[in-house]
């Protein structure tokens, strides 16, 4: 049975964890987003060195659960490279590479979708690559990528979850530690659910309503 009891401490815990959960998922999805347009574009354009260095580390984080690669960041890295990160700054970089390697693909396939014909347009008017790149190719491209950039943020906040395996005290680490010391698993975990729920909503209402917004725009 569900104890109504303690639902204002539980939910005031929890609470407590959204706080994480919202700055990891912000931050690592601006991150991983500049991650993804260096390596997607490198690999789009067939930038030699960098297109088979981009290509390596999608290989890795897309090969690798994510899970593992918070375990490996948080415990491993300090042994080796004598990298000593925090909870959280592990957290970030963790989320960052995951989310960068599949931005990477989204910014990969939208920018081979870009007609040629715009760099040729391009070159006609005298512009220089990257004034090319900046005002032909990577607004064209972000159009066409706008749906998965929105399910990727997302996907990205789902995954801070996982960060509760290196002690981040975002919502499921909080949960966790209170159904752990009370024995209120079903309240706690209950409360933590609808968290997700009302924030993946009000996640999902608003890039919705962004595209909306940009479809009308290209209009």
Sequence with gaps: MFNWEHLDIIVG?????????????????????????????????????????S??????????????????IYFVMPKLFGIHLSHEAAGILCVSLNAGAYISEIVRGAILEVPKGQWEAGMSLGMTKLQIVMKL?????????????????????????????????????????YASSNFEFVESYTVLAVFYLVLISLLTVAVNIYEQKMGADIK
């Design 55 to 72: 290509a390596f580390y999608v290989w890795i984080i897309r090969s690798t659960p994510i899970l593992v690669q918070a375990l490996y």
């Design 13 to 53: 815990v929890v609470t407590k964890g959204l706080f994480w959960t919202v700055v990891i998922s912000v931050t690592s999805i601006i991150i991983g987003y500049f991650i993804g347009l260096a390596t997607g574009f490198s690999r789009a354009r067939n930038i030699r060195i960098l297109k088979s260095i």
């Design 137 to 177: 190719i990577l607004p064209m491209a972000f159009r066409t990528m706008l749906p998965a950039l929105g399910n990727q943020f997302i996907i990205t906040v789902k995954d801070t979850s996982i960060l509760t395996v290196i002690g981040v005290a975002e919502m499921t680490y909080q949960a966790g530690q």
